[in-house]
């Protein structure tokens, strides 16, 4: 399984950005397809964008569609999730995944990194 490792959150005005970006090891990359997932308090965790093994697919959650983008660099194994129009719904402690190919689930997960948007 690979491992990851997300930075990049913190706290940030309503209308501002911030880029996450999630770094992995101990496995071949571009085997993986990747997600970023968020729970905020209270609530269950919920997908928030997708991309494939390579990166010609890219999939979002309808609430951040147009204001999120996912990215990846197979030669740097990461992958990243820019953020911009921030909104205090977007809080929340945010997971990047990863999905085998060939297989049904996330199997692997990051420790989360933790985004507060401020109004």
């Known amino acids: 399984q690979v491992q990851l490792v997300e930075s990049g959150g913190g706290l940030v005005q309503a209308g501002g950005s911030l880029r996450l970006s999630c770094a992995a090891s101990?496995?071949?990359?571009?085997?993986?397809?990747m997600g970023w997932f968020r729970q905020a308090p209270g609530k269950e965790r919920e997908f928030v964008a997708a991309i494939s093994r390579f990166g010609g697919t890219t999939s979002y959650a309808e609430s951040v569609k147009g204001r999120f983008t996912i990215s990846r660099d197979n030669a740097k194994n990461t992958v990243s999730l820019q953020m911009n129009v921030l909104k205090p719904e977007d809080t929340a402690v945010y997971y990047c995944?990863?999905?085998?190919?060939?297989?049904?689930?996330?199997?692997?997960w990051g420790q989360g990194t933790q985004v507060t948007v401020s109004s």
């Open positions: 995944a990863g999905r085998l190919v060939g297989r049904n689930k996330y199997e692997s």
């Open positions: 101990g496995g071949t990359f571009s085997n993986y397809d």
